[in-house]
């Protein structure tokens, strides 16, 4: 190999559901070395005491947390911390050459006034804000590919939006008809002990949370209303469902041309998407399991339009750890860095 | 007890999950003997071989079906059995002077021309299926008391109808804006063995089917059309869930007065169902989780207002086996009998 | 009804699994009345807060704990709190005349020094400790019957119990090759938000916990000793299963006699508990699946020899918060209040 | 890449779990090209069809099995189908010059004696069998490396059997006191549609099978015995446990030197595989949770010594489907060819 040389790497927040995905991740991924793993409350343990099933190849501690320090050694950052810490960091590490991708919602909002109202937090990074763009590649491709700071997406935005983008994008629908019911599993409520969270309450059970007033509704938002060129409203509601991984967007809007059947959808979001490796749009009459999806990167998206009622249906499955948090942030890293896009990403679902 | 003599009910299909469940509640009736369990494949087998957790209880066999010793020897009939069979039956039962209540599609529709497009029967029967009634005590208490035969409801027009009925009996709602987003535990495909209802494929996933073609839209539709008054159609997308019971229906509707709030809705709720001991309003801002109704008569209904988009949202649950079928079921056998709607059937979920 | 009179019962501890089951069972009770409901965090609240799904049928505030107060106004008073402090309450409801039914760990043992010794905890009550019974009515009905504190045990032992005392009270095994392989439910774990009991990190695992170490070890071994003659060291190992109820103990042990068959034993555990209308063995051949008995009361206990090894393997299954908690306790109360032994309680398990 | 080829392999049984687990890892395999995929029943469709969401990155169809074309077309081929099939196929793909991984029992035991006894099958193909090697590199690693004909072992014994393997090599238990209680989730009753394995049945549920008469305890006593150097029987029970993947192997057995303690076992095992990249021993006082294993080869191993009894227990987590079959046949293929046992295999598991 020569003198080939691995891009030193560094994740903030590591101890979490999306901090051990990017671990696993990145530890497989031919460019890149692991090269600091940091925490708050478990700093100074041994990353394979927090998952001893990766203590026989993690052989990294979790370390404090000191922005110096991470920009002086690692070139990529990736931050996995809960809302509002990422913004009091970010501004270092930028200072210090870092390429940044943030998880949290700190850096997804054009408009930090919507961020602080959604997020109960006064900004004093605006400039930086300024620089960052929303990390979704199969909407900002180029725009990633020239950034500095990345706020990535959400898990439900991410389906919500691959789902809506191709509509709203061409017109073919009316916006503020559109409904998002989205479903995920509970990892996605982050490694907490949550009443609501153990198994013997979540098991066998299903039900709505935070109905008319989830924070991903925002940036839902503000993507579409970029797509569509105004300002749009969609109806977001999110379920908790019996499973570990994985988010299903059921989305319905009504088409504004009540001839377009179903075939003609699936051939207008091909050609949406057809330099896009990680969606695939399901054949005709296929609708998407979000099992299909877990594991890998990929979003499945299924179509259907009802003749009767004037309306599309789309269904996009993603596995709301990887292509909803760590494998997107991966995408952006890969095109930040002018690598392929699919570059040591997994491709082929863990199925059954 | 004195001249105390409980009716002779019997059931045919008791070797399903409906007829399980039927058997189940039956048994602890304090008003009923079941006398007789009937089924096709299973005739001639004690029905202890096909639920061994019951032998203990149930000292009874599975016997072959043969509508005149039914009729015979009992005085209720509870029909559990795939579409298209009971039509053939329910004729004789009734001549024999029984009760009948069938749980499938067959006495649901007023109009045999829906029935035999959805269903792909045609059908002999009209005169007796004139004389059925829809078997949703919420909305037809009244017409069941006096009827002999039943059509009870499929268990998702249950759960939807009974989140849309105040609303559109009152005029509140846009009709044609009505879209129900249902989601079901797997126990509503029945105890067959189908790949897709393994545990190794449908644990951890999620999907929807039978997307804008379920058949109980026209059964949905039905009933919303006879509560506004005319002809309405509902937009219904049925998802599987990785749980054994429960269904939730996510309802989103367009208020006409977008002056409405939340706290009015549940007064008008609480209102419309005031005399209906099955169905609770939830608090303002609480949402019902199907585990709350996993083993009780219970319908759970919360209630959302989105000021943003003057859009309803109304979410209910039920256990799709009890409320959804078999205890829907003997609700309306009470109501036949005169006696309390709430006699023998569970009042308190099973949880966690 | 004329001057029937409900016994007034209460329940400190009213708002973990183990109160709401009690809470779920004694309202359906015939016999008696719930009157009080206490418990140290939730004081003040109503119950219906805790458990919104049974707002509508639980009409009581949650209690603060004062023995006085809950002795003037009940007769019956269960106790489901965690260990070391039913000890510092019984005394005094004892003195004011309840009959107490403790569902810790408090009351089990004859010999304090065990308790202290596996419990870290020094006991001032053993005067108290020693009127205690333990409540386990297929062994000790007749002292459960004139006791006024009952220790009821704990969730694995009961099913061990019941597998393994035929075998030790007829001498058919060598009592220390017994090995109890003990699977749980994570209800048992407490409605508390502990990590390894979310959905997310015990859904679709298992493992394997306090091997060798078990608190619930030494209160088999006390009873195998009892019906052994002699003391009994028993392997017990405790796993946590994906799920919510049900425990599966699988018992191993050598036979004395290694030309005694299946069928043998299905004799001998039959006349062992022909009075005991919880207990079902199984028909030869049949094994236990922890789902029939959820819901109910029932232990159902499925038998093999292995004539190859000499070894019996008897399998138990309960529901861990029915038969091994609530509904064992109310057993209890029913013998002790000169009832049949099945009032009130469950007999047809909730399948599927 | 230069003359770059790799080698052509095939898969007979493609569209099973096993199968699937195969073209998984194969594809992402660096030194091999899946070039066949064979099927009875699924011949002729795309295998896109089977499984959708490898439809985008597995562009092959199911083709007919002929021993023949797949000798020409294969170089290593892998046989995953149902058990008295493999040994029909395998000596003509010998004769090809083809390496050959049996999934099936076929090839696993040294005495067809034994085999027609499980398995109910008269074998004619003696002189083949003879050449077989059992594939569990951890035991028979040279051998493997120089063998044609690999009889894959089934899931269970390959966890048994790595818990068993440093006890009985060095005689360190008393094999006859060998107890292995085993717990399996359900993808190893295979994609059919058996009503004990749909989710409704299953989940949520727990019970031992095939008790005293599992076929895989000739297979697990086979190899103890070999390693024991005389005959061993061993107490083998499966459990079915509410869960897609994962085997634990709890196993029960008497140490010969009771003054043994737990670390002194740790140093052992650790000894014993400290060329095997796949097994990794807990720490201390650490147990393995399947959940660890699940998505990579890695078999996980826990050892608690009981001063009380003086048996050791032994826990090993595997992933049923990749080191409990497709993974651990890859495994096999890479000694084999030559290549690090290791490589194409996931080694970091999937979680939460």
């Given at each position: 190999m020569g003198n080939f040389r691995r891009v030193p790497v560094?994740?903030?927040?590591?101890?979490?559901?999306?901090?051990?995905?990017?671990?696993?991740?990145?530890?497989?991924?031919?460019?890149?070395?692991?090269?600091?793993?940091?925490?708050?409350?478990?700093?100074?343990?041994p990353f394979g005491e927090l998952y001893p099933h990766l203590a026989h190849a993690v052989n990294l501690p979790v370390e404090e947390v000191d922005p110096e320090i991470i920009g002086d050694r690692t070139e990529v950052v990736f931050l996995s911390l809960p809302n509002?810490?990422?913004?009091?960091?970010?501004?270092?590490l930028l200072e210090k050459g870092c390429l940044v991708l943030d998880l949290s919602a700190d850096y997804r909002f054009t408009d930090l006034t919507t961020y602080t109202n959604w997020y109960n937090k006064q900004r004093t990074d605006s400039a930086t804000a300024a620089t960052?763009?929303?990390?979704?590649?199969?909407?900002?491709?180029?725009?990633?590919?020239?950034a500095q700071l990345i706020?990535?997406?959400?898990?439900?935005?991410?389906?919500s939006l691959l789902a809506l983008s191709p509509l709203l994008k061409q017109g073919l629908i009316i916006p503020e008809t559109a409904i998002v019911d989205a479903k995920s599993g509970t990892s996605g409520g982050?490694?907490?002990?949550?009443?609501?969270?153990?198994?013997?309450?979540?098991?066998?059970?299903?039900g709505a949370y935070g109905v008319t007033r989830h924070r991903h509704t925002p940036e839902i938002e503000q993507i579409c209303s970029d797509l569509?060129?105004?300002?749009?409203?969609?109806q977001f509601t999110p379920h908790l469902i019996p499973m570990v991984r994985g988010i299903l967007a059921t989305v319905y809007a009504t088409l504004r041309d009540p001839?377009?059947?179903?075939?003609?959808?699936?051939?207008?979001?091909?050609?949406?998407?057809?330099?896009?490796?990680?969606?695939?749009?399901?054949?005709?009459?296929?609708?998407?399991?979000?099992?299909?999806?877990?594991?890998?990167?990929?979003?499945?998206?299924?179509?259907?339009?009802?003749?009767?009622?004037?309306?599309?249906?789309?269904?996009?499955?993603?596995?709301?750890?990887?292509?909803?948090?760590?494998?997107?942030?991966?995408?952006?890293?890969?095109?930040?860095?002018?690598?392929?896009?699919?570059?040591?990403?997994?491709?082929?679902?863990?199925?059954?």
């Open positions: 560094g994740i903030v927040g590591a101890s979490g559901y999306g901090g051990v995905q990017l671990v696993r991740l990145l530890m497989d991924h031919p460019e890149v070395e692991v090269v600091y793993l940091g925490g708050e409350s478990s700093a100074g343990k509002g810490l990422a913004c009091e960091m970010a501004p270092k960052a763009v929303y990390g979704l590649p199969e909407l900002y491709r180029s725009r990633i590919a020239e706020g990535c997406p959400g898990c439900y935005p991410t389906a982050g490694r907490q002990g949550k009443i609501n969270l153990l198994l013997a309450e979540a098991d066998n059970s299903l569509a060129g105004h300002e749009v409203m969609i001839g377009l059947v179903r075939d003609d959808l699936i051939t207008i979001f091909r050609a949406f998407y057809r330099n896009s490796p990680w969606v695939r749009i399901c054949e005709s009459g296929e609708y998407p399991q979000t099992k299909w999806a877990c594991g890998s990167n990929m979003c499945y998206i299924g179509l259907e339009v009802d003749p009767r009622t004037g309306r599309v249906i789309v269904m996009s499955a993603i596995d709301n750890l990887i292509k909803g948090q760590a494998g997107q942030a991966i995408q952006c890293m890969n095109i930040m860095m002018g690598w392929d896009e699919t570059l040591g990403l997994p491709k082929l679902g863990f199925y059954p």
